[in-house]
């Protein structure tokens, strides 16, 4: 595996993967942007990106404005040597390791914003962050210049406004029918993965499962007709009782739209935010 820290050897180095397509002429690029403290949901993305493209790269880059004032930059888990070896260990062309003021020069001043679906959930929980996603994945976009790119289904909203904005920009490398969401990756106990789990105490680690067990039962009465405004607010006593301090948010919402709704439409995703020691932990499942 190579790896680029600068935009030269970036594109000096994509320059070669792309003539290394073998018989089919130019070769196929799928860019899997993360922000590194990589775990099996990572390496998930990283596998079904080699199903689909002949080149894999994948970015790591801890982006700062995603992050708000009160939120937890400093102590994001850099691990890049570790990152790196598992990159390279899953056969990984190319890793994109820009350090920020490669990314942010000095005077940069541009803003992505996409409304809409950034609107609600955790775009009212965390004012800019989706400003600062959609800003980071156009550049890695620019930068890069994929025939496709890979993110999880657990950062669902995240997923939803990065669509929106290759659609609304017509952005054809990769062009939204290219831009591939894979199923959430979970522990045996049913957490979804996430870099920030590591935050947790073994405690807090065995009561957090107890968010998607609540939430698959939720979804199943809501399925079956159920009150959906009486089972949301059981949803949240059950978390409560098994330790979370606080709930975001527990909502149902159109899977595409992200419109906000009271009731099944049949294409209906619940959304849940909630903190337990400290730790905000983000999932969502269709109903």
Same mark, same amino acid.
């Given at each position: ?35 590194g ?15 689909r ?14 992050f ?7 102590a ?104 591939h ?22 405690d ?5 499962? @107890?968010?998607?067990? %609540?939430?698959? #039962? ?9 009150? !959906?405004? +009486?089972?949301? =607010?059981n ?18 919402r159109? @899977?595409?739209?992200? %419109?906000?709704? #009271? ?9 849940? !935010?909630a +903190?337990?020691? =400290? ?9």
């Amino acid at each position: 595996m190579q790896t680029a820290t600068t935009l030269e050897m970036l594109r000096s180095t994509i320059a070669g993967l792309r003539e290394d397509g073998g018989d089919r002429g130019e070769g196929t690029i799928a860019l899997v942007p993360t922000m590194g403290a990589l775990h099996e949901g990572h390496l998930t993305l990283i596998r079904e990106a080699k199903a689909r493209a002949d080149h894999v790269v994948a970015s790591i880059f801890v982006n700062p404005r995603q992050f708000g004032a009160n939120e937890d930059l400093d102590a994001y888990p850099r691990q890049l040597e570790r990152d790196s070896q598992l990159l390279t260990e899953e056969g990984v062309a190319l890793l994109w390791a820009p350090p920020p003021q490669e990314v942010y020069p000095e005077g940069y001043a541009t803003n992505v914003s996409v409304s809409g679906v950034s609107a609600g959930l955790c775009g009212a929980d965390r004012p800019g962050h989706f400003d600062g996603v959609a800003t980071v994945v156009l550049k890695l976009f620019n930068q890069v210049r994929p025939d496709m790119a890979l993110f999880g289904e657990k950062d669902w909203q995240q997923l939803a406004v990065i669509r929106r904005m290759a659609r609304d920009l017509d952005l054809t490398f990769p062009h939204v029918s290219q831009i591939h969401g894979v199923g959430i990756v979970r522990e045996e106990d049913g957490l979804a993965m996430s870099s920030r789990n590591a935050y947790l105490s073994p405690d807090n680690r065995r009561r957090a499962a @107890a968010l998607p067990r %609540a939430m698959k #039962d939720a979804a199943a009465v809501i399925a079956d007709g159920g009150d !959906a405004a +009486r089972t949301l =607010g059981n949803l949240k006593e059950t978390l409560r009782v098994a330790g979370f301090e606080t709930i975001d948010y527990a909502d149902l919402r159109d @899977a595409d739209s992200l %419109a906000a709704l #009271d009731t099944d439409n049949g294409n209906t995703r619940l959304f849940v !935010a909630a +903190r337990i020691g =400290g730790t905000r932990l983000i999932d969502n499942l269709a109903v």
